[in-house]
Each structure stands twice: as structure tokens, then as C-alpha cells.
């Protein structure tokens, strides 16, 4: 052992040096917990949460042109379109979309898969619910988009 | 009621000395309530300051700032229900909490707060206070056995060798620390507390800066055996969570529980206040004597209202920094009031009888409360001993380190070789 590290033992230095570490971490500045239910946390930028479909903001139609592209992509085949011909303007038209989220693994994969970028998972991430039956989204529910209960008291 | 009045405003006695008896107990029920009140503090700050060191919060919700949380944690831990395991054994399940409390809170009727703080002196305080402190192992070893567990019974023996083994090189420093009282002119030594911190009165300097560094490192042992001797980390073994649950108390719950928390707490006071009575000048103010003078004693009376007006400052900002947010309106209420009444305790310290008589306690519990802040702060840095490195630290480095230290306090005097 050498002279200088005999010195650091005996003089506590190491220990000296973790005692002035957690004395700076001290300041309250340093205070990285959030909390949650009076403050809204900060969601990284690509958090996959729950899924939304995007309505025309100035018609209130909605994107979907039924193209089952987001279901055949889906992994877990959670998502179920159906949609039924319009006979005057020939085109398809969206019924009913219903989501599976308990059985959603938030891959992307819809999201990606969509041509319209009408099914998006968003930042919100508020998604328990006190049944099963709640966890299967149906359209509407995925139209109003998250509405998360706010705390009060 | 005169006499009440007289004794409180001229006593230059202790209420033991002056066999006041009525005074005694009023002296009692006070350092009682003052030591509840302590350790209830202590608990809140322990978490805050814990919590702040560890880059998180604490608590937050139950009052401002968690203010009201320790009040809380003890209004759940009375009524929670009292369980005793089937295979205990009753009398002495029942009877280690009460001596752990007796033990450690009897120890505080001879602490001296001030010259004439203290509920007795007595002319054997230091053997007192260790001898009483150190029944509390008893206690220990009582709630390990009695609980007939197998991690209370470990936590026990763990406890109760750490606690004898640093018990010799704890004892070893203090003998150098009353050693040091001979050193005044007339050369007599004393045990009694309130005389200790005379004797550095009369040397003019504490005992920390006697013989330096021996002063020193006596006193560098007695602060890492007194860690050692509470159980706390990081030589916190008899609880290690990861190892034992939480050693000898892993059987009790409720009242009892808190009952071995509250003896926990009041044995870190005791032995804190052993180390500044012998070390660190007890209630003498800070330079007593190189800033003397009427002018100096005036401004160093200004301390103790100082510091419950700087509080009450800093509570006031906190209410006033508060979110705007209607959920913390009964929050900022609550921090306001506390505000205001720091800021009766500094105004009512402020008067001149109150501000005379108050001089003492004020320096001796600023310097305990600087324990009590290292004993938090140690819990927050280092990492926990192995058994056997712990026991190496005892016997090995502090007890020979006591021993010399000893020597050479009790062989330099009788050479006239003193500094």
C-alpha cells in the first residue's frame, strides 16, 4: 500500500466525499418526483398510450376510410372494422371500430399501418378502467379522444 | 406559589440539588414532552431530509409539507391491533418495550441542559448515564428471546454483541474526556455532568480541541460508537431489512412498536448529548470567553428568538410560494398559521426574563440537533457494514485506537507535558 492511499484510509476520505455528494443533493432544485395526480407528468416523446381516431375538425367526419389495413396489421387482431357501402357516392363507410386494449401490446403497429394517419396511440396513458367490458373501445369512445378524471381536493 | 416564582427566576441550583421536589417533576414532565416533541420531529425531518438526499420528495400530502404526518403515522400505530405471537412468551414479550423506554429516557435526568437545567446532578452523572444506557440491550435481548422467532432472535444477538463491543471503546473515549477535567489548576476530576462542562469552562476551551488531536479522536470514537450503539445505519445489522426483516422488533406491531421507535429515538438524544456535554462545551455558547464582554453576551442572546424568526420567515415564504391551485388552499392555510406561531415562540423569546433563562438550552440543543442532522445524513451515505467488518471496525481499530488515546491523556499530565 502506498503512502497515498494509506493517507485516503486513515483521513476517511472516500467517505468524506460520499458525504459531500448526498450533502449537494440536498437542494431542493435537485427534486426529480412529480406529483402526480396535482401535476401532469411529463410523457416522453415518442409514449405510445391510447389509441384515438382522428375526426375532420371542421366537418366532425371522421378520417377511417374503412381500409382494414390497421387490422391486418395488428399483431393481436384486436381491432375489428366493419363497414358498409354508401350506394350514392360508391364509397365505404365506417360502422363500427371497436378496440381490443386489454390485449393491446401498444406495438404501433396500426398506427403505422394507417394510409389516413386517422388511428394514432397518443400520450395519454389514464387507461384503467373497473371492468373488462371497459378496456374494448368502441368508436365513439375512440373519437372523444382521452378524457382523464381531474383530481380534485 | 412565591417560592415557584423565586426558584424559577434565582435558582442556581438543579431542582434534585435544591430538593425541590414539586420542581423536579415539573422538570420531568417537561424533558419528557420535550423529547416526545423531538422525536416526533426528528421522524419528519428524518424522512424529509432522507428523501431530499435521495432526490425524491418525502412526504407531501398529509399536512404542508407533511408537517402532520408524524402525528398521523402515531395516531395508526395506536389503534392498530395489538398482536401477540401464540408461542411468546407473554410477561417478557410484554415487558422488553418498557424497559427499552425506561432505559432510554431515564437517562435524561441527569443531562444537563444549562447550569441549572437539569432535573438532578449528580456527582457519578457520566457512570449513571452509561450504566442506565446501557441496560437497554437488556431490553433488546428480552424482545429477541421473548418474540421465539428466529429473525428476532439473530437481531438480538446481533444487537446485543455490537452493542457490547463498541460499549469498551465508548467507554475508553470517555475516560479520556474525564480524565481531561483534572486538568485545571487544582488538578480535581469530576464525574458529575454539569461539573464536565465547568471544567471546560474553567480550561477555556472544549475538550474536542484539548490535547489535539487526542481530544479529537476520543471524540471521533465515541461518535462512531454511539452510530453503532443506537443500531442505526450504517451500522444498522440487528434491523438489516435485506437480511433479518427488522431484527429484534420484527414481531411487534402497534403500540409496542412504536413504543422500541420512541426509545430508538430518545437513546440517539441521550447519547448525543453525552458527546456535547463531554466534547463539545455543552450549553457554553460558542467563545465564551475570547468574545466576552457585555456586548458579545447581548448579541449571542439574540440566537435563540433568531432562529425560530428565521423559521418563521422561510414557513412564510413556503406559504406564499405555494401552487395556486385550490387543492393546497387548506394546505397554505395550515403553513400559515405554523408561521405564525414560530414567529410567538421568537417574539415571546425576545423578552428579556424568558431570553436570559432560555440562553442555555438554546446552544445545548443547537448542538444535539447538529447530531441528529449527522445521523440522518449518515443513513443517506454510507452503505450498510458486514457483520464481521463491523466487528473488525470494533475490536480491532477502535478499541486499540481507545486504548491509546487513553494512555496518552493519563501518562502526558504526569510528565507536566500538557497542550
Known amino acids: ?153 | 406559589m412565591q417560592d415557584f416564582l423565586n426558584y424559577i427566576q434565582h435558582s442556581s441550583q438543579t431542582p434534585g440539588e435544591a430538593g425541590n421536589f414539586a420542581w423536579a417533576t415539573i422538570y420531568i414532565l417537561i424533558i419528557f414532552t420535550g423529547i416526545s416533541v423531538a422525536v416526533i420531529a426528528m421522524n419528519w425531518l428524518e424522512r424529509k431530509v432522507l428523501a431530499h438526499m435521495q432526490v425524491r420528495l418525502g412526504p407531501m400530502r398529509v399536512g404542508p409539507h407533511g408537517l402532520l404526518q408524524p402525528i398521523a403515522d402515531a395516531l395508526k400505530l395506536l389503534i392498530k391491533e395489538d398482536i401477540m405471537p401464540s408461542e411468546a412468551d407473554r410477561l417478557v414479550f410484554w415487558l422488553a418495550p418498557v424497559t427499552v423506554v425506561i432505559t432510554a429516557f431515564t437517562v435524561f435526568i441527569v443531562i444537563p441542559f444549562g447550569p441549572t437545567h437539569a432535573v438532578t446532578d449528580m456527582n457519578i452523572g457520566i457512570l449513571f448515564m452509561l450504566g442506565v444506557s446501557s441496560l437497554g440491550v437488556l431490553g433488546i435481548i428480552m424482545a429477541g428471546w421473548a418474540s421465539n422467532s428466529h429473525y428476532p432472535l439473530l437481531g438480538a444477538l446481533r444487537s446485543s454483541s455490537q452493542m457490547v463491543s463498541y460499549e469498551i471503546a465508548m467507554g475508553m473515549a470517555v475516560i479520556s474526556a474525564v480524565l481531561m477535567t483534572t486538568l485545571t489548576s487544582d488538578g480535581v476530576g469530576t464525574l458529575s455532568m454539569i461539573q464536565i462542562v465547568q471544567s471546560q469552562d474553567k480550561q477555556q476551551t472544549w475538550f474536542l480541541f484539548r490535547m489535539f488531536p487526542f481530544g479529537f479522536l476520543a471524540f471521533f470514537i465515541f461518535a462512531v460508537a454511539m452510530v453503532a450503539e443506537t443500531n442505526r445505519a450504517p451500522f444498522d445489522l440487528p434491523e438489516a431489512e435485506s437480511e433479518l426483516v427488522a431484527g429484534f422488533h420484527t414481531e411487534y406491531s402497534g403500540f409496542r412498536w412504536s413504543l422500541f421507535f420512541l426509545a430508538e429515538y430518545a437513546a440517539m438524544l441521550a447519547v448525543s448529548s453525552i458527546a456535547v456535554t463531554l466534547w463539545l462545551g455543552g450549553w457554553m455558547r460558542p467563545f465564551p470567553h475570547w468574545m466576552a464582554g457585555v456586548g458579545w453576551d447581548a448579541f449571542f442572546s439574540f440566537f435563540p428568538a433568531a432562529t425560530f424568526l428565521i423559521l418563521a420567515l422561510l414557513a412564510l415564504i413556503g406559504t406564499v410560494r405555494m401552487p395556486k391551485h385550490p387543492a393546497f388552499k387548506i394546505q397554505k392555510g395550515g403553513l400559515g398559521l405554523f408561521a405564525l406561531v414560530l414567529c410567538g415562540i421568537g417574539i415571546l423569546l425576545l423578552v428579556p426574563a424568558v431570553k436570559d433563562r432560555i440562553q442555555d438550552i438554546y446552544w445545548f440543543v443547537a448542538k444535539v440537533s447538529v447530531f441528529m442532522y449527522a445521523y440522518i445524513w449518515y443513513r443517506g451515505t454510507f452503505p450498510r457494514y458486514r457483520f464481521d467488518q463491523l466487528m473488525k471496525l470494533g475490536w480491532k481499530v477502535m478499541i486499540p485506537m481507545g486504548i491509546a488515546v487513553l494512555i496518552v491523556v493519563a501518562a502526558a499530565p504526569a510528565f507536566n507535558f500538557v497542550w
Open chain 1, 1 to 153: 500500500m502506498t503512502f497515498k492511499e494509506l493517507s485516503r484510509k486513515l483521513l476517511l476520505v472516500d467517505l468524506l466525499k460520499g458525504l459531500s455528494v448526498t450533502f449537494r443533493n440536498q437542494h431542493p432544485k435537485e427534486i426529480y418526483t412529480e406529483q402526480y395526480p396535482l401535476q401532469r407528468p411529463r410523457v416522453a416523446e415518442r409514449y405510445r398510450g391510447a389509441p384515438r381516431l382522428g375526426v375532420n375538425p371542421d366537418t366532425n367526419e371522421t378520417l377511417c376510410i374503412s381500409c382494414d389495413l390497421c387490422a391486418l396489421a395488428c399483431p393481436e387482431h384486436l381491432i375489428v372494422v366493419t363497414s358498409e357501402r354508401n350506394p350514392n357516392t360508391r364509397r365505404k363507410e365506417l360502422t363500427t371500430f371497436t378496440y381490443d386494449l386489454s390485449r393491446c401490446m401498444f406495438c404501433g403497429l396500426c398506427e403505422d399501418a394507417c394510409p389516413t394517419d386517422c388511428l394514432e396511440l397518443t400520450q395519454d396513458f389514464e387507461l384503467a378502467s373497473y371492468s373488462r367490458e371497459g378496456m374494448i373501445w368502441d368508436r365513439q369512445t375512440l373519437e372523444r379522444g382521452p378524457q382523464p378524471t381531474k383530481y380534485e381536493r
